[in-house]
């Protein structure tokens, strides 16, 4: 039997990705965001893979419970909708933006994942992908709460497998570093050209490679779990340490 993944943010980037390369694999998707058009406009496109969409957004914890809560026989989550919004220093950061990606990034993927795992509980079997991000360990100047927010997701991964011990599903938090999508558009809040600027002359990570990352995960032997994976493009790295001199 096909098995199923539920994609969260499959209207975009990384989420789409996955929702097309995991039906050309043969999967079953429901896919989750809340621009309910490109869910349908993905329904046309993959049509037979597409079990279900759900127009949702991940900060209502209502709608997430109502929606998800009762889903049955899932084999994938992946936490993967998420978003940083500016990258302006802590003391200047407009503070409704900082609690967006708290309860997008943190809230939402706990709702999520709350709301799927007892029918993974239930069944003994399941996986859980989270999306976090270099960001999550590398710190950088205006990385302040979204780093943050990733860090969570780094930490939640790993306190999950230890509560998860003996019930048969997996978890794994991918850390991707740069990558092509509309990631920096919802950053710089539409400025296409700044959003540009941050791939231009460099080779970036696609949404494609994230999408043939998060199918290796899920198709180890069922014995084995991938904690967690970095991955970054070629053409980015760290820096030595910033010394201020007066
Ligand atoms: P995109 O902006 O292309 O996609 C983000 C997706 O998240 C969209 O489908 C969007 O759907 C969804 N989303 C955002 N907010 C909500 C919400 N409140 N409820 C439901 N869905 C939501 O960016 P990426 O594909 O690059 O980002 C995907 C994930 O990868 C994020 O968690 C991001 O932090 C992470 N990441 C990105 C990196 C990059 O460089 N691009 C690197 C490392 C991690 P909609 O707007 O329709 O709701
Ligand atoms: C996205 C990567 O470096 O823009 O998570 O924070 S970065």
Redesign the pocket.
């Given at each position: 039997m096909a098995k199923t993944i539920l994609i969260t943010g499959a209207t975009s980037g990384f989420g789409k990705a996955c929702a097309e390369y995991f039906a050309a694999q043969g999967w079953q998707l429901i896919l989750t965001g809340r621009r309910a058009e490109r869910l349908e406009q993905l329904n046309a496109q993959l049509e037979t893979a597409v079990r279900q969409i759900i127009p949702l957004d991940v900060r209502d914890r209502e709608q997430v419970f109502e929606q998800l809560g009762s889903l049955d026989n899932i084999d994938v989550l992946l936490n993967n909708a998420g978003l940083?919004l500016g990258l302006e220093p802590s003391w200047k950061v407009n503070i409704d933006d900082w609690e967006t990606m708290v309860d997008t990034n943190i809230k939402g993927l706990m709702y999520c994942t709350r709301a799927l795992l007892p029918q993974m509980i239930k069944r003994d079997s399941g996986h859980i992908v989270n999306i976090g991000?270099?960001?999550g360990s590398w710190p950088?100047p205006g990385?302040n709460a979204?780093?943050g927010t990733?860090a969570f997701v780094q930490q939640f991964s790993r306190n999950l497998r230890a509560d998860l011990l003996g019930h048969n599903v997996r978890v794994t938090n991918l850390a991707?570093?740069?990558?092509e999508s509309e990631?920096s558009e919802v950053r710089f809040k539409g400025d296409v050209e700044q959003a540009a600027k941050v791939y231009q002359g460099t080779e970036a990570l696609l949404p494609q490679d994230i999408a043939e990352a998060v199918f290796w995960i899920v198709n180890r032997p069922a014995h084995v779990n991938i904690n967690a994976i970095e991955m970054m493009p070629v053409d980015q790295a760290w820096g030595p340490f910033s010394i201020n001199r007066d």
């Open positions: 940083a991000s270099t960001a950088y990385g979204y780093g990733k991707p570093g740069m990558a990631f």
